[in-house]
């Protein structure tokens, strides 16, 4: 007799159990990718003819220096002014109250939204029919509360003082860095120190002479936030001990997703600066390309090319 034991650990998480239960329901809703954007290619060393390619790609995972977050404010009322007295004065109890805890006034920003008016149906009776008609019932305002703070701890605060003024739909939190200048810098060094390594280990070691010909290089380069980095599941198993009963209702259990960050792979990249991520980061992605002339010792004849306005070179025959 063979036992077969599955042994799944715990750091792989409840994202894959659906994996290795054959009876799990499974269903993912992520809009977002785990590779490398499709505009930073995979790293690649062609050679066409005489021309060898090199490229080099680098993530930067950045723990962000300022948030903002966005709350919206609903209200409801019989008229005009009642609903813009309630909404005001939750909107200014919550402001004010934010300050106590340690969000500035200039940090808090109301944007208006909409405010439309909302209808009902009423009946008409009339002797062969009935008829319903829109009539005006209230109206609604709608407002985001935008707020920004600097330490990532303070979102707690925020959420508790929005919750004593029935505040509770937060849309999403931005996330910001002040220097991002920096950041490419520091990622174009470590791409050309790792590119002339890598000249310098075909020119040394392969005896490749990639020193005499033309370069022509090229970059590129994308951001994205942990606002577009949220994926969603379902995960959780169904235990039947004695199949589904022939007769009544069957009433399913409540099962609630679950999201988390899921944050660019890193499988494509050649360096990743900053690797652990702990909090949710904002992912730089860089990429820089060189492509260099290879001189052919059958044909020590100059050739003289044309680069065209789409990069693409093309050999001129000259007599």
Do not use: C
């Not at 439309?116 to 509360?145: A, C, D, R, W």
């Not at 959780?236 to 009433?251: A, D, I, M, R, Y």
């Not at 679950?258 to 949710?280: G, H, Q, R, S, W």
């Amino acid at each position: 007799m063979t036992l077969s034991i599955l042994v799944v650990g715990q750091k792989s998480g409840n994202k894959n159990y659906a994996k290795f239960k054959g009876n799990a329901n499974y269903n993912t809703n992520n809009n977002t990718s785990t590779e490398a954007p499709q505009n930073i290619a995979p790293k690649v060393i062609l050679s066409e003819g005489n021309l060898v390619e090199l490229e080099v790609q680098i993530l930067s995972n950045q723990k962000a220096d300022t948030y903002v977050a966005i709350f919206n404010l609903t209200q409801m009322g019989a008229t005009v002014d009642e609903t813009n007295r309630l909404l005001t004065d939750r909107y200014n109890g919550f402001a004010q109250e934010l300050q106590t805890v340690g969000v500035p006034k200039d940090a808090i920003y109301l944007d208006m939204v909409s405010f439309v008016p909302l209808y009902e149906y009423e009946k008409e009776k009339k002797i062969f029919s009935k008829t319903h008609n829109e009539v005006p019932k209230g109206f609604e305002m709608q407002q985001n509360v935008h707020i920004k703070y600097n330490d990532v701890g303070m979102m707690l605060k925020i959420m508790s003082v929005a919750a004593k003024y029935e505040i509770f739909d937060l849309v999403k939190v931005d996330y910001a860095v002040n220097n991002q200048e920096a950041i490419y810098i520091e990622m174009r060094e470590k791409a050309v120190g790792h590119l002339v390594q890598e000249i310098e280990l075909y020119v040394d070691k392969l005896g490749v002479d990639l020193e005499s010909g033309y370069r022509i290089v090229g970059e590129d380069k994308k951001i994205t936030f942990p606002v577009d980095r949220y994926a969603s599941y379902n995960a959780f198993s169904n235990v039947s001990l004695g199949g589904t009963p022939e007769k009544g209702k069957v009433q399913d259990m409540y099962k609630p997703q679950t999201m988390y960050y899921d944050k660019v792979a890193y499988d494509d990249f050649d360096i990743v600066i900053n690797p652990t991520v702990l909090e949710p980061a904002i992912q730089f992605m860089y990429s820089m390309k060189i492509q260099i002339a290879v001189k052919d010792p059958n044909n020590p004849t100059p050739q003289h090319v044309w680069l065209t306005p789409d990069g693409d070179i093309v050999p001129i025959k000259i007599d």
